[in-house]
């Protein structure tokens, strides 16, 4: 088989976000979009391709399977020695960074938008992540970007024909080297990997029951994103749960026409039958795998900040950490804090990074954190370099089965310990991006001139005093590379925040977010109804909330 050199011309855009290259389909449908990011990301990996191999799996959207082909072409025509590619193109992202490590390859491309809806007039990305399985740190991409500006011509064999459907090697001639095609089964690997992390035979004896014990009823959303085939095989197959403990289990282009986003809004049916129904857990992903919920009997729901802090305060729990340790916890800036909390009870080191998950990974690598997490529903830990949905979901259901208490018990003890950060945000999608760039250069000046640290601020009967204020900036402690303008931030002085970014996911227009979170000590809880507090109840997640009536106890909420 022979490599043809195609002459192209530079894409304007083409620059990696939080999370990689997102853009309409359409966007990557015009002649050689793809392509040429493609070849971008090989050379900026130029020098370590020959004799390599490379992950590359997606999520099921639309055009995966398209995209896998060229990647296959491209990286025939540029070295690559050996593709590990999971059956169908499926992988889910977690799985590609388990699959990165545990065969130490040069790294992986992983085609997701992730929580973006699919199909044609829809979402589409492509990430690079690295030999750690991290997604590629800041250097990299830039990097990346830098030569999609410059562009010339790629590489590719054309002619080469290799389907992705059924496992097994593929070997081919490409101009006098042997180049290597494995299709994997999408989910042996990472099953695998969980049955050495967790006690599997204890979550099935809770999910059983015994002679003594209820059955613990769960209820498992894949909203038809990639983790269909890996609940099915956890939680059907390996722990008994049955069929029908799992819903939306197969993989769709278009995820059903839905938005694969594990949030109360978007995974309202999932809600709605653990509320409606006689089921003791819920847990739902997004479209790669690597978002969770978790709620509890009659839809608790657990904030993604809780979720991180209940994890980190029992984390003996888990076989994995009971035999690795613990070191450190981190979680990203507008992330309520209470996992702070939880850190300095412990006396473990706690990290604030940006919002992404590649700012952990420096930090994993350096044996200095075990736990992090997001408040968009991302919680992982430094057994792979991704954020973690059906790892979290066994995470809890770890806990659960150690400690027999149920969701709501854990949360209104944590609180009780603790005290609660309570915690909203607001997302203002597809907005002008200019008035939006506007605004931030303002509420810059305004929150950094002089006289507005010291000045308060009031909501209901709270007054909050400023104790400081600035567009937030980090320098990883490992390879001391500085991140800027990551996101404004207002810190009051008992510690609740007020902070405003742009995402960088979005594929058209921008998105502003704007994170709120108030602390209320433990000893505080009787004060007021939480119906007219400024922050959401913690069932309904609404504020003020319409579905229950709820007073504040020492523990928390608890139903009028
Ligand atoms: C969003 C979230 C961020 C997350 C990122 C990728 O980014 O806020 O916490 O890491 O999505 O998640 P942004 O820039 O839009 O706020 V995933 O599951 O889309 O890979
Ligand atoms: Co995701």
């Not at 639309?62 to 059956?87: F, H, S």
């Not at 193109?89 to 545990?102: D, E, F, H, N, Q």
């Amino acid at each position: 088989l022979n490599i043809v050199t195609v002459n192209t011309n530079p894409y304007e855009g083409q620059k990696p976000g939080t999370s990689g290259l997102r853009k309409k389909v359409k966007v990557f449908l015009q002649d050689n979009y793809t392509e040429n990011f493609i070849q971008s990301i090989l050379d900026a990996n130029k020098g370590s391709l020959e004799g390599c191999t490379l992950v590359v799996g997606g999520d099921g959207r639309y055009l995966v399977k398209e995209v896998v082909d060229k990647i296959i072409k491209i990286c025939a025509g540029n070295g690559v020695a050996k593709l590990l590619i999971g059956q169908n193109g499926l992988l889910s992202t977690p799985a590609v960074s388990c699959i990165i490590r545990k065969y130490k390859t040069l790294g992986g491309i992983v085609l997701t938008a992730s929580h973006n809806p699919g199909g044609i007039d829809n979402d589409f990305g492509i990430k690079f992540n690295c030999s750690n399985g991290g997604p590629a740190p800041d250097a990299t991409t830039n990097h990346i970007y830098q030569l999609t500006t410059t562009i010339q011509q790629y590489k590719i064999v054309p002619d080469l024909v290799c389907p992705v459907d059924d496992i097994g090697v593929q070997t081919f001639k490409v101009a006098n080297r042997e180049f290597v095609v494995e299709v994997i089964d999408s989910v042996r690997d990472y099953v695998d990997y969980m049955k050495e992390i967790f006690d599997f035979p204890k979550i099935r004896s809770l999910l059983q029951g015994s002679e003594h014990r209820k059955p613990f009823k769960v209820l498992i959303d894949s909203m038809s994103g990639v983790t269909g085939p890996y609940v099915r095989r956890i939680f059907v197959s390996e722990l008994g749960a049955g069929e029908d403990a799992v819903r939306r289990v197969t993989p769709l282009q278009d995820f059903g026409g839905a938005h694969p986003d594990p949030n109360l809004t978007y995974a309202a049916d999932l809600v709605n039958e653990v509320k409606n129904g006689d089921y003791d857990f819920g847990a739902a992903f997004d479209g790669d795998g690597d978002r969770n919920m978790i709620i509890g009997r009659d839809a608790f729901f657990v904030t993604p900040s809780d979720s991180l802090a209940v994890l980190a305060a029992q984390l003996h729990r888990i076989p994995y950490f009971a035999r690795v340790g613990v070191r450190g916890f981190a979680r990203s800036m507008p992330t309520a804090a209470a996992v702070d909390r939880v850190a300095r009870k412990l006396g473990k080191e706690m990290f604030e990074v940006p919002t992404g998950w590649k700012y952990f990974g420096n930090l994993m690598d350096a044996g200095r954190l075990s736990l992090c997490g997001e408040e968009s529903f991302g919680t992982g830990s430094d057994h792979i370099r991704e954020k973690d949905g059906v790892w979290a979901a066994l995470a809890w259901l770890s806990v659960l089965a150690d400690s027999g208490a149920s969701v709501e018990e854990t949360l209104l003890r944590h609180w009780r310990e603790f005290g609660r950060n309570y915690f909203a945000r607001y997302d203002y999608e597809e907005c002008a991006a200019e008035p939006c760039a506007r605004m931030m250069r303002d509420l810059e000046e305004k929150i950094t001139a002089p006289g507005f640290v010291g000045s308060s601020l009031s909501s209901g009967d709270r007054r909050y005093s400023v104790q400081a204020a600035d567009n937030f900036s980090y320098k990883d402690p490992i390879d001391g590379s500085v991140a800027t303008g990551q996101g404004l931030r207002v810190v009051f002085a008992d510690g609740s925040r007020l902070v405003l970014r742009l995402s960088g996911t979005g594929s058209a227009g921008a998105t502003v977010r704007l994170y709120a979170e108030a602390y209320e000590p433990a000893e505080a809880g009787r004060r007021r109804c939480v119906v007219t507090h400024a922050m959401p109840c913690s069932r309904c997640w609404t504020s003020p909330c319409i579905s229950h009536s709820c007073i504040t106890t020492p523990a928390g909420t608890a139903p009028l």
